[in-house]
């Protein structure tokens, strides 16, 4: 019955238009008085203490050295690069649209600011070239999808805060399903567009641009580079990736001056001040879960359930996007990590490997509707209507679900560079 | 950022943004310094510098939570929006005030809690782990940024007008020239 009542609340609230942090406040009320010792200072004092650790300090980081980035020059240069790159394949205009959402997005960590960084170049220059406008699309907003796989990501870090998870390691292990959704990707592009007229290499072109473009490409090789020989932290890749991107857009490129830089940080503020109440109180209430051994009353339920571990991963990849439909997904992984984390383990899972398949899950909610945000910011960015953006996404979506099972099934895709 | 609406708004409004905009910028700088630091003294010298960490997570701590009100300012806390249409159109006006108001009450609430925490704390005189310092002055930004965001959301619910567009999640991440 206290159940019903909790899930009433939480719906209700949701129906009164609360925020997220509102919602997860209220049913921490709820679960301490009911369930707890109505001590309710042990809220903010929980939440004070979640708060209280340097494993949050990559976010901020990462979150201003990408809008740094996606503010200024780089995303031009990259793109220059991979145009003159790929000018031979098949479709090469498509290519190096993936091949520059997927570095693109091993950068800025964002999938919405990979989205606007290639998009607002790449697709005038797609229908210029006589791509289909469907594809173009649907290209533009799956490709932009890689950003919160492909390493740094943000979603990751708060598996790895909500899980107690490395997050060097989640780092590590979403390089190869972000490359194979790459991969995909690109190969689809290739065949689709296999009647285009192709370009030819320009090796003056080729080696202007990678002059152009060094400093940025530089960027992954240091953050990835760094954090897989173990000579940084996530912390400290972050820390760097800051002050590089501010080292280059300031002081080598400059693209960016002091009004840019501090509208960047408000804009990161901004977003830092929805995203951090929510973890607090999210951490708070698991601390509360966890004190009453609510994981390991899920777990046995649900192992009487689930009895094998593939029924175990359909129903969770159901769940999950469903979830990723109507919720964004830094809220979906704050709210379900931590309660399906363990039992994913008690079905045998590797922690890392749940976390990138259910982020690589979640990727999918980007183009999803009602609530798929790619999709949200292309209407917005392209002008272009809903429906035809919906549909322009099926291939990909398709493709995706492709990945995702075959993330699910072969761990070894995730895990094969750990140490 | 939407930078229309805050010279519309009442000069209480403008002064607490003005208040978090300053406290923000400050504190993310000095995260961003203390965390840089440390990593150059550690290649320079092979340790560390020992405050570097705590330092950095008090500022974060200040960054974030004061960025709730920014958050407010402009309209990007995260919420689901699957049962708006719930509401018929011709209720619009009054659900913005019974959501502004809910929201307001319920920072009025954390503001409470956690001052009644602070005022433990002060109390037992707990210390930093680090640098032993007095950990309640720090602590006192959790009632400050709540009490603020009540205050906001009660003024969103008494002037709507000077309630800013809720962005879709969508606007969230936009870039400036992108918007522009």
Same mark, same amino acid.
């Given at each position: 019955?206290?159940?019903?009542?909790?899930?009433?609340?939480?719906?209700?609230?949701?129906?009164?238009?609360?925020?997220?942090?509102?919602?997860?406040?209220?049913?921490?009320?709820?679960?301490?008085?009911?369930?707890?010792?109505?001590?309710?200072?042990?809220?903010?004092?929980?939440?004070?203490?979640?708060?209280?650790?340097?494993?949050?300090?990559?976010?901020?980081?990462?979150?201003?050295?990408?809008?740094?980035?996606?503010?200024?020059?780089?995303?031009?240069?990259?793109?220059?690069?991979?145009?003159?790159?790929?000018?031979?394949?098949?479709?090469?205009?498509?290519?190096?649209?993936?091949?520059?959402?997927?570095?693109?997005?091993?950068?800025?960590?964002?999938?919405?600011?990979?989205?606007?960084?290639?998009?607002?170049?790449?697709?005038?220059?797609?229908?210029?070239?006589?791509?289909?406008?469907?594809?173009?699309?649907?290209?533009?907003?799956?490709?932009?999808?890689?950003?919160?796989?492909?390493?740094?990501?943000?979603?990751?870090?708060?598996?790895?805060?909500?899980?107690?998870?490395?997050?060097?390691?989640?780092?590590?292990?979403?390089?190869?399903?972000?490359?194979?959704?790459?991969?995909?990707?690109?190969?689809?592009?290739?065949?689709?567009?296999?009647?285009?007229?192709?370009?030819?290499?320009?090796?003056?072109?080729?080696?202007?641009?990678?002059?152009?473009?060094?400093?940025?490409?530089?960027?992954?090789?240091?953050?990835?580079?760094?954090?897989?020989?173990?000579?940084?932290?996530?912390?400290?890749?972050?820390?760097?990736?800051?002050?590089?991107?501010?080292?280059?857009?300031?002081?080598?490129?400059?693209?960016?001056?002091?009004?840019?830089?501090?509208?960047?940080?408000?804009?990161?503020?901004?977003?830092?001040?929805?995203?951090?109440?929510?973890?607090?109180?999210?951490?708070?209430?698991?601390?509360?879960?966890?004190?009453?051994?609510?994981?390991?009353?899920?777990?046995?339920?649900?192992?009487?359930?689930?009895?094998?571990?593939?029924?175990?991963?359909?129903?969770?990849?159901?769940?999950?996007?469903?979830?990723?439909?109507?919720?964004?997904?830094?809220?979906?992984?704050?709210?379900?990590?931590?309660?399906?984390?363990?039992?994913?383990?008690?079905?045998?899972?590797?922690? #890392?490997? *749940?976390?990138?398949? /259910?982020?690589?899950? %979640?990727? &999918?909610?980007?183009?999803? !509707?009602?609530?798929? +945000?790619? =999709?949200?910011?292309?209407?917005?960015?392209?002008?272009?209507?809903?429906?035809?953006?919906?549909?322009?996404? #099926?291939? *990909?979506?398709?493709? /995706?679900?492709?990945? %995702?099972? &075959?993330?699910?099934?072969? !761990?070894?895709?995730? +895990?094969? =560079?750990?140490? | 950022?939407?930078?229309?609406?805050?010279?519309?708004?009442?000069?209480?409004?403008?002064?607490?943004?003005?208040?978090?905009?300053?406290?923000?910028?400050?504190?993310?700088?000095?995260?961003?310094?203390?965390?840089?630091?440390?990593?150059?003294?550690?290649?320079?010298?092979?340790?560390?510098?020992?405050?570097?960490?705590?330092?950095?997570?008090?500022?974060?701590?200040?960054?974030?939570?004061?960025?709730?009100?920014?958050?407010?300012?402009?309209?990007?806390?995260?919420?689901?929006?699957?049962?708006?249409?719930?509401?018929?159109?011709?209720?619009?006006?009054?659900?913005?005030?019974?959501?502004?108001?809910?929201?307001?009450?319920?920072?009025?609430?954390?503001?409470?809690?956690?001052?009644?925490?602070?005022?433990?704390?002060?109390?037992?005189?707990?210390?930093?782990?680090?640098?032993?310092?007095?950990?309640?002055?720090?602590?006192?930004?959790?009632?400050?940024?709540?009490?603020?965001?009540?205050?906001?959301?009660?003024?969103?619910?008494?002037?709507?007008?000077?309630?800013?567009?809720?962005?879709?999640?969508?606007?969230?991440?936009?870039?400036?020239?992108?918007?522009?």
């Amino acid at each position: 019955m206290s159940g019903l009542l909790l899930a009433a609340l939480a719906l209700g609230l949701l129906a009164l238009r609360q925020y997220v942090l509102v919602v997860l406040a209220a049913v921490a009320v709820y679960v301490y008085v009911v369930w707890g010792d109505g001590r309710l200072d042990n809220i903010v004092l929980d939440g004070w203490e979640a708060l209280n650790q340097d494993v949050l300090l990559p976010i901020p980081l990462y979150m201003l050295a990408g809008g740094i980035m996606a503010e200024g020059a780089i995303a031009e240069r990259l793109i220059r690069f991979m145009r003159a790159v790929s000018a031979p394949f098949p479709g090469g205009l498509a290519v190096a649209t993936c091949l520059s959402c997927g570095l693109f997005a091993a950068i800025v960590g964002s999938s919405t600011v990979t989205l606007l960084a290639v998009g607002t170049i790449m697709y005038p220059a797609l229908l210029k070239a006589g791509y289909p406008k469907a594809f173009s699309l649907g290209l533009i907003c799956a490709g932009a999808t890689l950003g919160i796989i492909i390493p740094p990501s943000i979603p990751l870090i708060l598996y790895g805060v909500m899980t107690s998870t490395s997050i060097a390691d989640l780092f590590i292990a979403g390089v190869g399903p972000g490359l194979l959704l790459l991969g995909m990707f690109t190969v689809y592009s290739m065949v689709v567009n296999w009647r285009m007229p192709r370009g030819r290499w320009d090796m003056a072109e080729v080696r202007g641009s990678l002059k152009d473009g060094v400093w940025a490409l530089l960027m992954p090789v240091l953050i990835l580079g760094g954090i897989y020989s173990g000579f940084f932290t996530a912390t400290e890749s972050a820390a760097i990736a800051v002050v590089y991107a501010l080292f280059v857009e300031l002081v080598l490129y400059r693209k960016l001056d002091l009004r840019s830089l501090l509208r960047v940080t408000t804009d990161t503020t901004k977003l830092l001040g929805a995203l951090f109440p929510v973890l607090m109180m999210a951490l708070a209430l698991n601390k509360f879960l966890t004190f009453e051994q609510i994981p390991n009353q899920m777990v046995a339920l649900l192992e009487s359930v689930l009895t094998t571990p593939a029924s175990f991963l359909l129903v969770t990849n159901l769940l999950l996007l469903v979830v990723g439909c109507i919720m964004d997904i830094g809220s979906a992984i704050l709210i379900l990590a931590p309660i399906l984390q363990p039992v994913a383990e008690s079905q045998g899972m590797h922690p #890392v490997h *749940f976390g990138i398949m /259910m982020t690589v899950n %979640l990727e &999918i909610g980007y183009l999803t !509707p009602p609530m798929g +945000l790619n =999709l949200i910011v292309a209407m917005t960015a392209f002008k272009e209507g809903f429906g035809f953006i919906c549909r322009s996404v #099926v291939p *990909f979506i398709l493709i /995706m679900l492709l990945g %995702l099972v &075959i993330v699910a099934a072969f !761990p070894a895709l995730s +895990l094969f =560079l750990l140490k | 950022m939407r930078p229309a609406a805050v010279p519309r708004a009442p000069w209480l409004l403008r002064a607490l943004a003005r208040f978090e905009q300053i406290a923000t910028t400050a504190a993310f700088a000095l995260l961003i310094a203390v965390v840089f630091a440390d990593v150059v003294w550690r290649w320079v010298t092979g340790s560390g510098i020992f405050w570097a960490r705590e330092v950095g997570v008090y500022a974060n701590i200040v960054l974030t939570i004061i960025g709730i009100g920014v958050a407010s300012a402009h309209g990007a806390h995260l919420r689901p929006r699957f049962m708006d249409r719930l509401v018929p159109p011709r209720f619009e006006a009054m659900m913005i005030r019974v959501q502004e108001l809910l929201t307001a009450l319920a920072f009025l609430g954390l503001a409470w809690i956690a001052w009644r925490v602070v005022a433990e704390t002060m109390q037992l005189d707990d210390r930093s782990i680090v640098l032993r310092w007095t950990v309640w002055p720090i602590q006192l930004v959790l009632p400050i940024a709540f009490g603020i965001g009540a205050l906001r959301h009660a003024l969103y619910a008494w002037w709507p007008e000077h309630r800013p567009r809720e962005q879709s999640e969508a606007d969230i991440e936009l870039p400036p020239k992108v918007r522009a």
